[in-house]
């Protein structure tokens, strides 16, 4: 039987190649639910994605990241909780119980497996989205889809973050982010552009969270294409919405990602 972290490493192995474009050296990681025992598998910090190997991922209390990440969004950012996130990093520890450090960016995933309905969480920095999440309009340039599968795939409305800091202000910005998103649609974002830094998509399997990451590269390369043809010509709302959700595009969704669940 294959193990999670194999599973997963499987995923980065992917993500990390690089003809894929998604990351370099130790840029990106990925993250995977293990609901049953209140846990979560993340990337080990300094791992590179494409030579990822079981014993690169680490094991996190998920209760005890959710707990420092609602303090801070209840009170805001304090030493006491940078200190609390930085000791549950580095108590993480690997499949055979090797102690490494656990990601930076841990707390992103901790928001997709509390708040956003998903198992699986892979965040990676690839240059088309950069380039659009680096530039002045990038929130005008992410207000809206641009072909009907990135409405269908990636969900008919991108959530565009601005830039925070790696750590607990990243995760706390994310959080209130992704909340603020569900409460105005009244669903989750499938595809999250973080400024000046990258790209986050989920599912409750690898090949949807990969899926989703591959459709927003696309999307990306689109965007740039329309921008220097004279600008982005956005699908109308109301139609992206609707394609999204038709019954057909729901079925065919979980087709084109693998995902049977
Ligand atoms: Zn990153």
């Known amino acids: 039987m294959t193990t999670l972290a194999e599973e997963i490493s499987d995923l980065a192995v992917r993500a ?53 990440l609602e303090s801070a969004h209840k009170s805001g950012r304090t030493p006491a909780l940078d200190s609390a996130l930085d000791a549950i990093l580095k108590s993480a520890v690997t499949p055979s119980g090797v ?5 930076i960016e841990t707390l992103v995933h901790v928001v997709a497996f509390h708040l956003l309905e998903s198992s699986w969480s892979l965040h990676t920095h690839p240059t088309p989205v950069v380039a659009l999440a680096a530039s002045k309009d990038a929130a005008a340039h992410y207000s809206g889809t641009v072909f009907p599968d990135e409405s269908v795939i990636c969900g008919p409305i991108p959530l565009y973050l601005p830039y925070d800091e790696p750590g607990l202000s990243l995760g706390l910005g994310f959080y209130s982010g992704a909340l603020k998103y569900r409460e105005q649609y009244g669903m989750s974002p499938r595809q999250i552009i973080l400024g000046n830094h990258g790209l986050c998509t989920f599912g409750n399997g690898k090949e949807e969270a990969l899926a989703t990451t591959q459709i927003a590269v696309k999307a990306a390369r689109v965007r740039l294409g329309a921008l220097t043809a004279g600008g982005i010509n956005f699908i109308p709302n109301s139609a992206a919405q609707t394609i999204a959700f038709r019954p057909d595009e729901v079925a065919r ?3 084109l990602t693998g995902d049977s669940k």
């Open 253 to 255: 969704r979980k087709l």
């Open 16 to 68: 990390g190649a690089p003809e894929a474009d998604l990351t370099i050296l130790a840029e990106g990681n990925a993250a995977v639910l293990d609901a049953a025992n209140d846990r979560f598998l993340v990337k080990a910090s300094g791992v590179v994605m494409g030579e990822a190997t079981a014993e690169d991922w680490v094991w996190v209390s998920l209760s005890k990241s959710v707990e420092i």
């Open 99 to 103: 102690t490494k450090k656990a990601s």
